[in-house]
């Protein structure tokens, strides 16, 4: 891979409508965007997917710039290599960190797909033409809840995910089962309970939720494995897990039972299709999450999840639940409940340069 030029753009974007959680509401979304472009003038994409404030995990878009501009970058300038996976290698070398990793191999991922003129799912072994789409109810209203749920299943989404807390579950999940007594739903805590609230928790059963997504602490695995002894609810952990080797010690503690793969959080797709790939073999469900992505991490993450081991729809929605307008074009398009799996090289996106250039903040060049 001869790397000519790393682009780095600052962007931001309002969303069309507040994304609540217990832990605040995002109604403008910053990012960043990384650009590779090699001696031949061939360009791939990367999504920095960190928000502005460390409310989901620590990293921050200023802390990914400076681990981007300052140690990731640098390593590749000082160190070439011939494949993505080298970049994960190289990478080790700096912890954690994972988001601003993930951001830059992933455009190395494109890049490299597109030199080998494959797409991306093919490339990382995907089977799938088309992947189910699943969506999230992020409102603190329940009548806004049961709108939005019907809106969206005109629109064909075969998945709903709810956001809970202990002030905000039983009543909310009663309602939209009493009104929708058999869509596919299920309800992320991000970590908003404890074992005390165990018996409010085992409530939840009778909901018949697919699943219940992080209900405790953001870095627990041991509190999970007690949890779900006493839950007919399968547990399905997301933050919990940043690395493969969470996501062998959830599985053989019994932690969980579904696992929500973001290569985002886990520093990209090589380490997602590890985790996959076990998750597979111990016939563990995995699914893909979103981060309220711009189109670019949208993509992404069609690619990975056309892998066969996602058997569940994921948080892949159309760029419309978000943005009034995406930086990727074609924009993705949910019909009858499934995104198309792009077959052209790469991604299997182009850029909206137009719309990029509205929203950048900031640009940073790097030179090979």
């Not at 140690?71 to 993505?84: F, G, T, V």
């Not at 399968?234 to 062998?248: R, Y």
């Not at 039972?257 to 597979?280: M, N, Q």
């Not at 760029?319 to 949910?334: G, K, L, N, Q, Y």
Request: proline letters at 5%; a negative charge.
């Amino acid at each position: 891979m001869n790397i000519a030029t790393v682009e780095l753009f600052v962007i931001e974007m309002p969303l069309k409508s507040p994304f609540v959680t217990h832990l605040g509401a995002v109604t403008v979304r910053e990012g960043i965007i990384v650009k590779v472009t090699d001696q031949d003038g061939c360009s791939g994409y990367g999504e920095g997917v960190a928000f502005s404030t460390p409310w989901y995990t620590e990293e921050t878009v200023k802390t990914s710039m400076h681990m981007l501009t300052d140690l990731l970058i640098p390593l590749l300038q000082h160190n070439p290599i011939q494949h993505p996976q080298q970049a994960a290698e190289r990478f080790r070398s700096v912890r954690r960190n994972y988001m601003a990793k993930a951001a830059l191999e992933t455009a190395l991922w494109d890049l490299y797909a597109k030199n080998k003129s494959q797409p991306l799912a093919k490339l990382l072994g995907g089977e799938r033409a088309v992947i189910a789409s699943g969506v999230v109810i992020a409102t603190d209203s329940i009548i806004n809840a049961l709108k939005q749920i019907d809106s969206y299943m005109e629109e064909g989404y075969q998945r709903f995910k709810v956001k809970i807390n202990p002030q905000h579950d039983i009543t909310l999940l009663k309602e939209i089962r009493r009104h929708f007594p058999e869509i596919p739903l299920m309800a992320d805590a991000n970590s908003s309970y404890t074992l005390q609230d165990i018996d409010r928790l085992k409530s939840l059963d009778e909901f018949q939720l697919l699943m219940i997504e992080q209900p405790l602490g953001v870095d627990d695995i041991i509190k999970h494995a007690a949890l779900q002894k006493e839950l007919q609810t399968p547990i399905c952990l997301d933050e919990s897990i940043v690395t493969f080797e969470d996501a062998k010690n959830a599985i053989d503690l019994g932690s969980c039972k579904v696992i929500s793969i973001k290569a985002g959080r886990v520093g990209g797709l090589y380490e997602a299709k590890r985790i996959h790939d076990y998750c597979f073999q111990q016939h563990i469900p995995v699914w893909c999450g979103g981060m309220i992505e711009f189109g670019i991490s949208r993509a992404h993450n069609i690619a990975l999840a056309s892998l066969p081991g996602f058997t569940i729809p994921g948080d892949i929605s159309a760029s419309s639940r978000f943005w009034e307008e995406d930086i990727i074009s074609p924009e993705v398009t949910v019909k009858n409940g499934v995104v198309e799996v792009p077959t052209e090289s790469g991604i299997g996106f182009c850029i909206n340069e137009k719309r990029l250039n509205e929203t950048i903040k900031a640009k940073k060049v790097f030179t090979f």
